[in-house]
């Protein structure tokens, strides 16, 4: 089985400021990578798949980089609206995993 | 577009069979996409279940394999999940969602409690 690990668990930032997730993959996962943004109380949101496509309606301040083993999302300059947490997921392995989730507080 | 409705018993007792069903609008579940279930338990983290094709074709997660069952029901354009031998662990949000090589759209997710 994949594992995910993503840093930091909690990311502390003002408005405006560039928040850099990380997820890293405990083998290969090529390129089938996806980010999935969850606001409380909410079920999780596409954001990127493919580790840098971006999904439709997603804002371009989120942009995903990576392949193997290291991948980053990206939200160039957080808004109110960014608190969340969010999940790495890998579909190049089975089983399907998921990280165990960044949270973003401003 | 397509969207997903979640339903089913809130409250299952120990020993005994979660069974949910998740409702396909606004799209045809014999598309050329596979469908899936995804659990939460509270405050924590998010587990895949497994998946179903139209064709009945199935892959599920081996922590779970042995109690899953996700069947297809085309006639109302819908996909069922059933876990058997339920404890309290298996205490969680239960979502379905389109696969197409990621997860988009979700259902709006199911609370389950398992508890006497």
């Known amino acids: 089985e994949v594992v995910l690990t993503q840093s930091p668990a909690t990311l502390s930032l003002s408005p405006g400021e560039r928040a850099i997730l990380s997820c890293r993959a405990s083998q290969s996962v090529s390129n089938y990578l996806a980010w999935y943004q969850q606001k409380p109380g909410q079920a999780p949101r596409l954001l990127i798949y493919d580790a840098s496509s971006r999904s439709t309606g997603i804002p371009a301040r989120f942009s995903g980089s990576g392949s193997g083993t290291d991948f980053t999302l990206t939200i160039s300059s957080l808004e109110p609206e960014d608190i969340a947490v969010y999940y790495c997921h890998q579909r190049g392995s089975w089983p399907l995993t998921f990280g165990g989730g960044t949270k973003v507080e401003i | 577009q397509v969207q997903l409705q979640e339903s089913g018993p809130g409250l299952v007792k120990p020993s005994g069979t979660l069974s949910l069903t998740c409702a396909v609008s606004g799209g045809s579940i014999t598309s050329n996409n596979w469908w899936t279930w995804v659990r939460q338990p509270p405050g924590k983290g998010l587990e895949w279940i497994g998946e179903?094709?139209?064709?009945?074709?199935?892959n599920y997660n081996p922590s779970l394999k042995s109690r899953v069952t996700i069947s297809v029901d085309k006639s109302n354009n819908q996909f069922s999940l059933n876990l058997t031998s339920v404890t309290a662990a298996d205490t969680a949000i239960y979502y379905c969602?389109?696969?197409?090589?990621?997860?988009?759209?979700w259902g709006q997710g199911t609370l389950v409690i398992v508890s006497s």
């Open positions: 969602a389109r696969d197409f090589q990621r997860f988009d759209p």
């Open positions: 179903i094709f139209h064709s009945g074709s199935t």
